[in-house]
């Protein structure tokens, strides 16, 4: 039965992760082979292949792979405006974030609710996962890039809160099971055990449901990132290759070819 909830509660967890690049990519169409990370001095995306590796932004300036590429005074315009959308776009990336935190937190605390387990255990449950919530919107609020929810560190920080509160799930219905067993009614101990394999099997596709409740947030998103696949077009890298940093399904209805505004 633990090892059944510690599927449950990571679920749950990854469940509210912050808006992750299949999201953008499901509903806005949109993706990106590098890595962003918003920096003091302007914006860093970053991958491990192909070239270029680094591309740098700063106030009009554009650097690949530590080469400075000239541009023309359009072109810097240009790239400004491109830096100055992508930060303006990043708190509302970090809002959307917060608030599938706290529907994930939510539909999990209504899917406690309904398992009768003791109100002393209930109470400390509903503290705990308020209080992982709470440190996660934190996290978002503070990261200022996306290595920092790389799968293996998602996969990770949901371990993490599992191990936090299965015990305390996995605990109230195990000591049930045990005292209707002890007090001869198997059929109780058997409804247990029964309950416990239904939530796992069935609480994944119930907390996507929920989640969809979010999508008019990332939809909202949509057109300021086609905004950026289009402002990025005509831009080079320091080889005179086109600079993709971003890509916009053309089929989606918003070409990436179309004019910037």
């Given at each position: 039965?633990r090892?059944?909830?510690?599927?449950?509660?990571?679920?749950?967890?990854?469940?509210?992760?912050?808006?992750?690049?299949?999201?953008?990519a499901a509903?806005?169409?949109?993706?990106?082979s590098?890595d962003?990370t918003?920096q003091p001095?302007?914006v860093l995306f970053?991958?491990?292949?192909?070239?270029?590796?680094?591309?740098?932004?700063h106030?009009?300036?554009?650097r690949?792979?530590?080469?400075?590429v000239?541009?023309t005074?359009p072109q810097?315009?240009?790239?400004?405006?491109?830096q100055?959308?992508?930060q303006?776009l990043?708190?509302?990336?970090?809002?959307?974030a917060?608030?599938g935190v706290?529907?994930?937190?939510?539909?999990?605390?209504e899917?406690?609710?309904g398992?009768?387990?003791?109100?002393?255990t209930?109470?400390?449950?509903d503290r705990?996962?308020?209080?992982?919530?709470?440190?996660?919107?934190?996290?978002?609020?503070?990261?200022q890039?996306?290595?920092?929810?790389?799968?293996?560190?998602?996969?990770?920080?949901?371990?993490?809160?599992?191990?936090d509160?299965?015990p305390?799930?996995?605990?109230?219905?195990?000591?049930?099971?045990?005292d209707?067993a002890l007090?001869?009614?198997?059929?109780s101990?058997?409804?247990l055990?029964?309950?416990?394999?239904?939530l796992v099997t069935?609480?994944?596709?119930?907390?996507?449901?929920?989640?969809?409740?979010?999508?008019?947030?990332?939809?909202?998103?949509c057109?300021?990132?086609?905004?950026?696949?289009?402002?990025?077009?005509?831009?080079?890298?320091?080889?005179?290759?086109?600079l993709?940093l971003?890509?916009?399904?053309?089929?989606?209805?918003?070409?990436?070819?179309a004019p910037?505004?």
């Amino acid at each position: 039965m633990r090892v059944l909830f510690s599927a449950v509660i990571a679920a749950a967890v990854l469940a509210a992760m912050p808006v992750q690049a299949q999201d953008l990519a499901a509903t806005c169409h949109a993706s990106s082979s590098y890595d962003v990370t918003l920096q003091p001095q302007g914006v860093l995306f970053d991958r491990s292949t192909p070239a270029p590796t680094r591309v740098e932004l700063h106030d009009g300036s554009l650097r690949t792979d530590g080469v400075a590429v000239v541009l023309t005074p359009p072109q810097q315009d240009r790239l400004s405006v491109f830096q100055r959308d992508l930060q303006a776009l990043a708190p509302r990336v970090r809002q959307v974030a917060q608030s599938g935190v706290d529907m994930a937190a939510q539909a999990l605390r209504e899917e406690v609710a309904g398992l009768g387990l003791a109100a002393a255990t209930r109470v400390e449950f509903d503290r705990r996962l308020a209080a992982h919530a709470s440190e996660l919107k934190q996290r978002i609020a503070r990261s200022q890039s996306t290595h920092d929810w790389q799968g293996d560190l998602i996969q990770q920080y949901a371990n993490q809160v599992s191990a936090d509160l299965m015990p305390l799930v996995a605990g109230d219905l195990g000591q049930q099971a045990i005292d209707a067993a002890l007090a001869g009614d198997l059929q109780s101990a058997a409804d247990l055990r029964d309950r416990a394999g239904s939530l796992v099997t069935t609480l994944q596709p119930r907390l996507q449901q929920r989640m969809q409740a979010l999508r008019p947030q990332i939809e909202a998103l949509c057109p300021s990132i086609q905004r950026l696949a289009r402002l990025q077009q005509g831009l080079h890298d320091a080889h005179g290759q086109p600079l993709n940093l971003l890509h916009v399904d053309a089929t989606s209805g918003a070409s990436a070819a179309a004019p910037a505004d």
